[in-house]
């Protein structure tokens, strides 16, 4: 299995910006789909995006369509998500995961990373 380190988290204000970064390690990175997903207190895990290992294809949820953006370096071994223009409702632990195929269902992702916290505020 791949080992995944999420980072680039933090506390940020309302309409601005950060990167996540998923690290992978153990094994290239280009043999998986990659997906990111977010948990927020008290609500359950969601689909934020995903990605194909060749990045071809690419889906967002409704909530971030247009704001966020996953990209991939297989070379680096890493994948990224670009988030603008947050909002507080994006406050939320993010997770990257890895899958053998392109899929939205957490239950096919079979590596995760360990979290990274995103925090919005006013």
């Known amino acids: 299995q791949v080992q995944l380190v999420e980072s680039g988290g933090g506390l940020v204000q309302a309409g601005g910006s950060l990167r996540l970064s998923c690290a992978a390690s153990g094994r290239t990175l280009s043999s998986y789909a990659m997906g990111w997903f977010r948990q927020a207190p008290g609500k359950e895990r969601e689909i934020v995006g995903a990605i194909s290992w060749g990045g071809a294809e690419r889906y967002y949820s409704d909530s971030v369509k247009g704001r966020f953006t996953i990209s991939r370096v297989n070379a680096k071994n890493t994948v990224y998500l670009q988030m603008n223009s947050l909002k507080l409702e994006d406050t939320a632990v993010y997770y990257c995961?890895?899958?053998?195929?392109?899929?939205?269902?957490?239950?096919?992702?079979?590596?995760w990373g360990q979290g990274t916290q995103v925090t919005v505020s006013l």
């Open positions: 995961a890895a899958a053998q195929r392109f899929t939205l269902l957490s239950t096919d992702f079979e590596s």
